[in-house]
């Protein structure tokens, strides 16, 4: 299945870092090999970088390796095609605007017969199950909602309600940012660490690179890092529980539930584990 990786900053921060190790599982060190995508927030707007090539292989890629883009919310995806042919319009994250500001959207997983009635507010360009989840999403935000941007704990309540509908149909990973905050879900794997002062020295497990943060960050940054597999070696990562759901604001988790998996669902992705 596919990778993921999101950043959450009290302060605004590059990551190329964590790219740099991130991008090599795109075929590098890892199979994951049918496209990439980067998307980093400036305000209410996000700047998107997309492409169908092999991430350890793409320029564009490489550009977003030295190229340290500061940022307070990143999401980036690497693509291992379940549903959707291996085209541009497949490749998270996928953006879509509400209540004046871009939502950005990425997903590890395969949601089985999920073929939704959607109003017309927020339809797919693709054809993957992971766009048509965004867009139900976005679409139960409005009509929940209204015109009305909800605050922070009434839209991790809302979210939390439709991902419990969602992983009916399979395994459902993601990560949803609206550039205040940050909501990342564990159906089958996923870590996190926040890093503040005073930051240590972290060595990447997929590229022999390592980076003292205490030469760059400063008392008052915090970061917290979300991805499908630890990126580093010798830092303590934390798991999410299967199930759990958190919200990430000012590079600090701030909610957390757990919600329910049927157990059938369960089953098959642990089968579905031990096959990769």
């Known amino acids: 299945m596919c990778q993921l990786l999101g950043m959450n900053c009290a302060t605004p921060t590059d990551i190329t870092f964590s790219f740099t190790g991130f991008a090599a599982r795109g075929g590098g060190t890892d199979h ?58 497949n490749s998270h994250p996928f953006v879509r605007e509400l209540w004046g500001r871009h939502w950005l959207f990425a997903h590890n997983g395969d949601l089985k017969s999920f073929s939704p009635a959607l109003a017309g507010d927020f339809l797919p360009i693709g054809q993957t199950d992971s766009e048509h989840a965004f867009c139900y999403m976005m679409e139960g935000l409005r009509r929940r909602f209204g015109r009305a941007e909800p605050d922070d704990q009434d839209l991790f309540s809302a979210v939390a309600e439709m991902t419990a509908e969602l992983t009916r149909y399979g395994v459902f990973n993601f990560l949803l940012a609206n550039g205040r905050c940050m909501l990342a879900h564990c159906s089958t794997s996923l870590s996190y660490i926040t890093r503040a002062w005073p930051f240590q020295v972290a060595h990447l497990v997929d ?70």
């Open 207 to 276: 590229t022999d690179v390592t980076l003292d943060f205490s030469h760059y960050a400063k008392q008052g940054d915090c970061v917290s890092v979300i991805t499908t597999k630890p990126l580093t070696d010798n830092e303590t990562w934390i798991p999410f529980r299967t199930g759990e759901l958190m919200m990430f604001i000012d590079g600090r988790a701030q909610s957390s539930v757990r919600i329910d998996i049927p157990e059938a669902i369960q089953r098959s992705n642990q089968a579905n584990l031990s096959c990769v």
């Open 32 to 89: 994951h090999a049918d496209g990439f995508g980067i998307a980093f927030y400036e305000g209410r707007g996000a700047r998107c970088f997309l492409d169908n090539a092999p991430s350890c292989q793409s320029p564009v890629a490489d550009l977003i390796k030295r190229y340290p883009i500061k940022s307070r919310n990143v999401i980036a995806h690497i693509r291992k095609a379940t549903q959707g042919a291996v085209e541009l319009e």
